[in-house]
C-alpha cells in the first residue's frame, strides 16, 4: 500500500476543490451579498436584519451545485479513478475511504483558515460584508468559525465512508 498517494490524491484534490469553492463564494457575493447569510455570526445577521432574499436563495442553490455537483462529484470521481491506478492492487475500500475523507478535511481546514479566519475574519473584503454590518467586531469572533467547523466535522468520516463504499463497489 502506498499511502503517500492516497495522501497525496486526497489533499490535492482538495485544494482543488477549495479553490473552486473558493471562487463559488466570491462569485455568489458579487452576484448576491446575502447568499451565505446563514453563515455568518449570529450578531451581524441580526444587524442586517432581514432573511436571506429570494435572488440569495437562488445563488445559494446555484452555489451547491456548482460546488457539490459540477466540481465535487468529478473531482472525486477524478481523485479515485487516479488512486486506483497508483495503487498496486487496485482500488479498495480503507484507501477510497481515507482519500475521500482527506479530500472533504482539506477542504473544511481551507474553509476555516483561509476563507473564515483570513479573508473573512481578516481582510474582509467590502464584497463579504453584508450592507449596514460595515465595522461589526463580529466579523472577526474566529471561535464562531471554529465551532462552525468543528460541528461540521463529523461529515468528514461519512463522506469518505460512503465514498469508500461506492468507490469500491463500483470497481
Not at 451547491?64 to 475500500?93: I, K, N, Q, R, S
Not at 482519500?99 to 479573508?119: G, R, S
Not at 463579504?128 to 467586531?137: K, R, S
Request: aromatic content about 10%.
Amino acid at each position: 500500500m502506498r499511502w503517500s498517494a492516497v495522501l497525496g490524491y486526497g489533499v490535492g484534490y482538495g485544494l482543488a476543490l477549495s479553490v473552486l469553492f473558493t471562487v463559488g463564494v466570491f462569485v455568489g457575493a458579487a452576484v448576491s451579498r446575502d447568499f451565505l447569510l446563514n453563515d455568518y455570526p449570529p450578531a451581524v445577521q441580526r444587524r442586517y436584519g432581514r432573511p436571506r432574499s429570494a435572488r440569495g436563495r437562488r445563488v445559494a442553490t446555484l452555489f451547491g451545485v456548482f460546488v457539490w455537483a459540477v466540481c465535487g462529484l468529478p473531482l472525486m470521481v477524478a481523485a479515485m479513478t487516479g488512486l486506483h491506478g497508483a495503487l498496486d492492487g487496485g482500488l479498495t475500500f480503507l484507501p477510497a475511504a481515507v482519500c475521500a475523507a482527506l479530500v472533504f478535511a482539506t477542504l473544511t481546514l481551507w474553509d476555516l483558515v483561509v476563507l473564515d479566519w483570513i479573508i473573512f475574519a481578516g481582510l474582509r473584503p467590502r464584497l463579504l460584508v453584508l450592507p449596514g454590518t460595515e465595522g461589526m467586531a463580529d466579523y472577526g469572533d474566529l471561535c464562531f468559525h471554529l465551532i462552525a467547523a468543528l460541528k461540521g466535522s463529523p461529515l468528514i468520516i461519512v463522506v469518505g465512508l460512503l465514498t469508500g463504499g461506492i468507490a469500491t463497489a463500483i470497481v
